[in-house]
């Protein structure tokens, strides 16, 4: 394109030399004056056209590549995070009844950050809402754990080339709302109360589909109980008219811990 521009520009120029008069040449039917004056505009008008032109040329070259230059090195970028969930309460001490662990389905979504540290390596920060819906039954009763969350993780996040990269992180989560029911009903037999805040660990791989647009899988741990505080009714250090006062359930819910798997996407603004 610059060649083609460089060519364009050099043809306008031997035409302008070319039909250009000499100063002292009279312009025929007006006063010497005139010509001696119009003789640059004329002279100037095609130099200023082609050079009008090749700037509007080359306009969109070096747009291009301006906005190429700052999506690549942007020390700070900004987006948009959305992610369906599918997860499990594993690590149960003994799940009574025969009950299979809870598994479940929810999603994401929030806003994700992301700052150059050194070449190839970046700090990414995501500030998202959870809702997290799991259940299991037997062959008498279903129960649900319905449950909301705001996640404030911290991530590492190599480049590893070809569009791809891994990140490792903590996160950070806080109980917003917790609901129990068996059997679509909300459990007001039992009093089952969840911890305020979770603690674990995500691990992830990535690839930019688009420059700014980025696909990702991640499997996150957690490190704290769910029910810390939850007894079991049928433990003999239960105490039916104290404990009962407190939080407690007619299965053992001890132990138990969050896995999930998580599958997203991030739409980078800047």
């Not at 302008?16 to 001696?36: F, R, Y």
């Not at 090749?54 to 306009?59: I, K, L, S, T, V």
């Not at 190429?68 to 003994?94: C, H, L, M, T």
């Not at 499997?219 to 505080?229: A, L, N, R």
Request: charged share 20%.
């Amino acid at each position: 394109m610059k060649k083609f521009a460089t060519v364009i520009l050099t043809a306008l120029c031997a035409t302008a030399i070319a039909t250009a008069q000499p100063i002292d040449q009279p312009i025929e039917n007006a006063p010497q004056a005139v010509s001696t004056q119009a003789t640059p505009a004329q002279t100037a008008a095609p130099q200023a056209v082609a050079t009008e032109a090749q700037a509007n040329e080359a306009m969109p070259i070096d747009e291009q590549q301006q906005t190429y230059s700052v999506q690549k090195k942007a020390p700070i970028g900004f987006g948009a995070r959305v992610a369906f969930i599918y997860g499990n309460f594993w690590g149960f001490e003994d799940l009574s009844d025969g009950l299979e662990e809870p598994t479940g389905f929810g999603g994401e979504f929030g806003v994700a950050t992301r700052f150059n540290i050194v070449k190839g390596l970046q700090f990414a920060p995501e500030i998202l809402f959870r809702f997290f819906n799991l259940s299991h039954d037997d062959d008498d009763v279903e129960r649900c754990y319905n449950q909301m969350f705001l996640d404030l993780s911290l991530y590492i996040r190599g480049i590893i080339g070809g569009g791809f990269f891994l990140e490792v992180g903590p996160q950070l989560s806080i109980n917003t709302s917790s609901d129990y029911s068996i059997d679509g009903v909300d459990n007001e037999f039992e009093k089952i109360t969840q911890s305020t805040a979770e603690f674990g660990l995500n691990f992830g791989l990535g690839y930019y589909v688009l420059e700014n647009l980025s696909v990702s899988f991640r499997w996150y741990m957690g490190f704290t109980e769910v029910f810390p505080d939850v007894k079991y009714y049928f433990d003999d250090n239960f105490k039916p008219g104290k404990d009962q006062n407190g939080s407690w359930s007619t299965i053992n819910l001890k132990g138990a811990h969050t896995m999930m798997f998580k599958f997203g996407a991030t739409y980078w603004f800047i």
